[in-house]
């Protein structure tokens, strides 16, 4: 398509809801654009009406992140109100060409083995692809895995564009000994970690059971995060609870909010991540823990397979009852803290985290996926710069 007017026209791009604080893929990716050539007006969320004062805004294109917020309520009296408000907002999309970014196939704590849950949150979701003209998809299995699920309309683009990585955006120079020291661990541990907020989708019970079983005395499990469900922090406390106490004593729960400069401190202490979702789809998680060196152990679904650096990625499948706890076991042999004097592993280490480093730097730079949105921005401006002008020339022909 040969791109004319907004070649040379900056573009002015509305990203919506804009929440920093929530997560920092926005600010950077925000701020990629903008070194790219892009205006980004960075629009907050709104509790009433948000989508109609979104598309109001004197932006040409605007981009959308995550949605769920905008139809769910506590209650039936509030949901049926943003429900009014959120198919209102979506009817104003033809004032603008409209982005969505699809971060997930459903919102995180829904079930889509339960009927009602996931046909709600599935109609939602198909409303607002309906309107879109384009749509972001982070890896080909993500576009893949949207078309089986929800029906794309045949004049809407898709583009994909990887996630950027989190080298430079939390601190990262406390040391594996320092680290260790913080935490109370020896430095002949062999730590597993599994850093983020405690909710049943990410595997917590089954991470617990397969550490269970293949412990030894130098193994210990740190599982950190944010606590979002009281029942489930709970049953998370439970099932450590109910190990053996040789295994129950190698297992740590930090519970509650991470500061920034804090995750230093648990990436450093730890010789690997572990990411047992039982459902996803993308993972900023996986790209924390590549940008601060950390080899993965992560069910090959969803996105995981393309995204994660084969040579430091220990993959199984989520439906073999044993594919976890082999994977902890291998990871172990290939990535563990263990069978050699202090120094040879502190430099091993050191060694194998820069290299995942330095290639997840290059992989999943967010000057090239900027480059990359920006191009797809113009072809849908482009495009609806031409559809606008024949709709035109036909009310013309009519008049």
């Known amino acids: 398509m040969k791109l004319r007017h907004f070649e040379t026209k900056t573009i002015t791009v509305g990203s919506f809801a804009y929440a920093p604080g929530f997560n920092p893929y926005q600010r950077l990716f925000t701020n990629a654009l903008e070194e790219a ?6 629009i907050p969320p709104a509790k009433w009406w948000p989508l109609t004062k979104a598309c109001r805004r ?34 104003q ?5 409209v982005v969505w970014t699809a971060h ?45 699920r929800y029906t794309l309309p045949k004049s809407i683009r898709v583009a994909k564009v990887p996630h950027g990585h989190y080298i430079d955006a939390y601190p990262n120079v406390v040391s594996h000994s320092q680290s260790r020291k913080k935490l109370g661990l020896t430095d002949a541990a062999n730590v597993f970690l599994s850093l983020g907020s405690l909710r049943p989708y990410k595997g917590h019970r089954e991470l617990i059971a397969a550490f269970g079983q293949i412990a030894t ?56 991540a572990v990411l047992p979702f039982s459902d996803i789809l993308n993972s900023g998680s996986l790209l924390l823990a590549l940008s601060f060196g950390l080899p993965v152990v992560a069910p090959s679904i969803g996105s995981i397979p393309e995204v994660a650096i084969k040579e430091y990625h220990q993959g199984y ?39 995942i480093i330095d290639e997840t730097r290059k992989r999943y730079s967010w000057k090239s996926s900027a480059a990359k949105l920006v191009e797809f921005y113009q072809e849908l401006l482009a495009q609806n710069s031409t559809t606008r002008h024949a709709s035109d020339i036909r009310q013309r022909n009519e008049f």
């Open 37 to 42: 050539g892009v205006n980004v007006l960075r």
């Open 58 to 91: 004197p932006v040409d294109i605007l981009h959308l992140d995550w949605h769920y917020d905008w139809y769910r309520g506590k209650n039936w009296l509030t949901r049926e109100l943003k429900r009014v408000m959120y198919h209102h907002g979506l009817a």
């Open 93 to 97: 999309f033809r004032r603008l060409p």
């Open 104 to 148: 997930n196939l459903a919102a995180h704590d829904v079930d889509l083995g339960r009927s009602s849950a996931a046909n709600d949150d599935h109609r939602m979701t198909q409303a607002l692809i309906k309107r879109c003209q384009g749509i972001m998809v982070m890896s080909g299995a993500s576009e893949r895995l949207l078309r089986e």
């Open 217 to 272: 005395a130098d193994d210990h499990l740190l599982i950190a995060g944010k606590s979002l469900d009281s029942s489930y922090l709970d049953s998370l406390t439970g099932w450590i609870a109910s190990q053996p106490t040789s295994v129950r004593d190698r297992i740590e729960l930090h519970v509650g909010e991470i500061a920034d400069e804090s995750l230093q401190d648990y990436f450093a202490a730890a010789d690997i």
């Open 317 to 355: 499948s989520p439906q073999d009852s044993g594919g976890l706890q082999r994977a902890l076991t291998n990871a172990r042999l290939r990535f563990g803290n263990c069978g050699q004097i202090r120094e040879e592993r502190i430099d091993r280490r050191r060694a194998r985290s820069q290299a």
